[in-house]
């Protein structure tokens, strides 16, 4: 098995054939220690691993059944062989049942026999050896390898546990309203907001223009209306990660830094796995940085393999981050954004979307919300029952209350609170009955 010599204990009270069986695993190339005391032979097994043990099976104070045994409990790897007369032969196979003896040889033995056995019951023990070593080997790394896990594990959940905890919340507060996504994605929009390193205002444009392209390929207003979820909640994966990761543009980060940067769309999943009526917005930003040509990333996906929400999603990140990262005064920066676009349509982005993007650009068309009539209040004058015509948001860009929230005895109590607190009252949309 390998370059280390045989190691062999030989115990046996009468000294002429000790000196036999040594001369023999000598001329082998064997190296031996000799012993005629067991207690002896023992205290040696304790100091070294032996690859095989052998043992007269007469011998006065400590049999050779007995001191196998005794060995086996020391050095269980090592292997034992029995020498044996012949009229022992009952005795050594009640040995062999009991004390786990792995082998027996008559006297007078035969010396060719006697080297085989040593050499094959040698490479056996070394087997073992090297088996329980692999063994080891592979138990430590697969340890090493789940506490990698679980710190990555821990890390994720710790900064995403008051998402996910919010998310919990409002499916229990919601179960009969799950149709209901826009109170759920400004909610998690919120947390984009309050994010010193993140731009909401990118992430609004963002999922305006998702908005706009999924209406200009005639998708359905619940897949444009989940396109533009997904265009809000595109960078939520990022309160996740380092923010060294996303404080300056992808193209200034080192490769190493880019690859964990682009895993960010995974633990968006991650953390909108517990709200499952936005299962189809996770799965826009989990695959939005796949690619037309299929040389994407997570999965590689190729043309229509590809979500039609996610391949909206990529062509309107794309063209606002070109936007946004530009120095150049605005018309020069949409022109250069759009050529960019225009460049890799038709491998990195399905070409029908890109068209869609074009002909939003050249209408110069904005999303307007249908609110109806509405009347301008202050927090004093408001009623339970008045239904809010656009979100509220604090000086900060936090959203106080989401569009459509019909105001109760509570809402009205702690909105007077707040403004009692203002300089200035609020200026309250509220829809016209």
């Known amino acids: 098995m390998n ?7 030989c115990l046996d009270d009468e000294e ?9 695993l000598r001329q082998n190339g064997i190296k031996a220690e000799l012993f005629q005391s067991g207690n002896e032979a023992l205290d040696r097994v304790r100091e070294i691993d032996f690859d095989v043990i052998i043992s007269d099976m007469r011998m006065p104070n400590m049999d050779g059944a007995e001191f196998l045994t005794h060995a086996k409990a020391i050095s269980p790897d090592a292997r034992r062989i029995l020498l044996t007369g012949y009229s022992d032969i009952q005795d050594t196979i009640n040995a062999i049942n009991s004390g786990g003896i792995h082998g027996y040889l008559q006297k007078p033995w035969n010396n060719e026999q006697l080297v ?12 073992k050896k090297q088996n329980d070593a692999l063994q080891k080997k592979i138990q430590s790394q697969n340890e090493e390898l789940k506490e990698l896990n679980t710190n990555l ?31 759920t994605v400004e909610l998690l929009y919120n947390f984009i907001n309050a994010n010193p390193h993140l731009d909401a205002d990118k992430a609004k444009n963002i999922a305006k223009l998702c908005y706009q392209v999924a209406k200009g390929l005639s998708l359905s207003a619940e897949i444009a209306d989940m396109v533009r979820m997904s265009g809000y909640l595109s960078q939520v994966g990022l309160l996740a990660m380092d923010p060294s990761l996303y404080a300056k543009p992808f193209h200034e980060l080192d490769s190493e830094k880019k ?12 953390m909108l796995m517990p709200a499952q009526h936005l299962s189809d917005v996770a799965e826009a930003i989990y695959s939005q940085f796949e690619k037309y040509n299929g040389q994407g ?14 391949q909206v ?48 650009l050249s209408k110069d068309q904005e999303e307007t919300d249908k609110v109806g009539s509405m009347s301008i209040l202050t927090a004093q004058q408001l009623k339970p029952g008045m239904e809010l015509g656009l979100a509220m948001h604090n000086a900060q860009g936090i959203m106080l209350l989401p569009k459509g929230h019909v105001f109760s005895d509570n809402s009205i109590s702690k909105l007077q609170q707040l403004e009692l607190q203002k300089p200035n009252p609020f200026r309250i949309m509220v829809v016209d009955n």
């Open 116 to 127: 085989r056995e040593i050499n094959k019951a040698a490479e056996l023990t070394k087997l």
């Open 259 to 270: 690859k964990l940067f682009l895993t960010h769309p995974s633990t968006a999943q991650l």
């Open 3 to 9: 370059d280390e010599p045989i190691v062999v204990l």
């Open 297 to 310: 990333v997570p999965k590689g996906l190729k043309g229509k393999e590809i979500p039609i929400g996610a």
């Open 313 to 360: 999603l990529a062509v309107a990140r794309d063209y606002m981050e070109h936007m946004y990262q530009s120095q150049r005064p605005m018309g020069e920066r949409k022109e250069n954004a759009l050529e960019i676009i225009k460049m890799y349509s038709g491998s990195f982005y399905h070409p029908k979307v890109v068209e869609s993007l074009l002909s939003v």
């Open 153 to 183: 594990e821990n890390l994720v959940e710790k900064r995403t546990s008051q998402i996910r905890q919010v998310l919990k919340q409002l499916e229990a507060a919601n179960e009969n309203e799950k149709k209901e996504h826009r109170s």
């Open 16 to 24: 002429s054939v000790l000196k036999s069986l040594g001369r023999l």
